[in-house]
């Protein structure tokens, strides 16, 4: 079936350095969306993709249909940015599918 | 003004029980969706809508059934629950191949 893989699996930043997270998938993918989910569980949007590069603020995300992966990258990490990060891949049919997720630490 | 509710936010059930889960959304958006989450992994499809009156199966459809009553509603039944079907449960709304937008969940544990 269709796969999307996330990497890291879990991550630990100090306050004020970054990172980028993977979104890998195996299915021809029409957008992406990525969320943080917060420590109340709350799932929050953060970019939808359907080409090209977003920024806002401190992160952004890139999308590259041709092979297949979305990036997001957060710089300047602070505390409120831990959480789990998901992407979410549009597969057609109105259908999203869900990477398991990468878990955030940010360390004072 | 939270545009896509859920209700209860919180249910125990006993095995065997009919539950029940609600979603309401504000956003006028002809897709609904039911989700659940289990430690440890990312969201997996239900059932979802494209109207009122239309229900389809997701990727995990077994042992639930959805009602779509109206472009508002949207209900996920779990005629006789299991202790299987202890989880996290998220509904969103979204147009097309755009976005989705989610419910703060509803967390169920079946006794």
């Known amino acids: 079936g269709d796969q999307v893989e996330q990497s890291p699996s879990a991550l630990s930043l100090h306050e004020g350095t970054g990172s980028a997270l993977r979104c890998n998938f195996t299915?021809?993918?029409?957008?992406v969306q990525w969320f943080q989910q917060n420590s109340r569980g709350s799932l929050i949007n953060l970019f939808y993709?359907?080409?090209g590069t977003k920024e806002n603020g401190r992160l952004k995300s890139t999308f590259n249909s041709k092979e297949s992966y979305s990036t997001l990258h957060i710089r300047d990490a602070q505390l409120e940015d831990s959480g789990t990060y998901f992407c979410?891949?549009?597969?057609?049919?109105?259908?999203?599918?869900f990477g398991a997720g990468t878990r955030l630490k940010v360390i004072a | 003004e939270a545009a896509v509710t859920q209700s209860p936010r919180n249910k125990v059930a006993v095995t065997g029980g009919k539950v029940t889960l609600s979603c309401n959304q504000t956003n006028n958006h002809n897709n609904m969706y039911w989700y659940r989450q289990d430690t440890g992994h990312g969201l997996r499809l239900i059932h979802y809508?494209?109207?009122?009156?239309?229900?389809e199966k997701g990727d995990i459809p077994d042992g639930y059934k959805a009602s779509r009553p109206s472009q508002e509603n949207f209900s996920l039944i779990l005629e006789l629950a299991t202790p299987s079907q202890t989880s996290v449960y998220f509904c969103a709304s979204g147009v097309g191949y755009a976005e989705q937008f989610f419910g703060p969940g509803t967390r169920l544990t079946v006794l």
């Open positions: 299915t021809t993918m029409r957008a």
């Open positions: 993709l359907a080409s």
């Open positions: 809508s494209y109207g009122a009156g239309s229900t």
């Open positions: 979410a891949v549009n597969t057609g049919n109105y259908k999203y599918v």
